[in-house]
């Protein structure tokens, strides 16, 4: 598998200057996960304490991607 960084080259090599598409959705998702981590909300302390640590990390990863997509990254929604 090949790491980012050799993803990169790999399309600046051939299509000149550019990174892969899903660049912006990875930034995101980082910028939105670090923010939750900070401050998580308080919904994921009584999710944890009423229906346990599975169902809260669910829950967080829902928000995550909610946040992302309000912040504008074009991630498909499930269907």
């Known amino acids: 598998m090949m790491r980012l960084s050799e993803i990169n080259r790999h399309i600046s090599l051939r299509h000149g200057q550019g990174t892969p598409h899903n660049m912006g959705i990875k930034t995101t998702l980082e910028k939105v996960g670090h923010e939750i981590k900070?401050?998580?909300?308080?919904?994921?302390?009584?999710?944890?304490?009423?229906?346990?640590?599975?169902?809260?990390?669910?829950q967080r990863k829902a928000i995550?991607?909610?946040?992302?997509r309000k912040e504008g990254a074009k991630i498909p929604l499930k269907k």
């Open 38 to 58: 900070e401050n998580p909300p308080k919904i994921l302390a009584h999710t944890k304490k009423k229906f346990g640590k599975a169902r809260a990390e669910k």
């Open 64 to 68: 995550l991607l909610s946040k992302a």
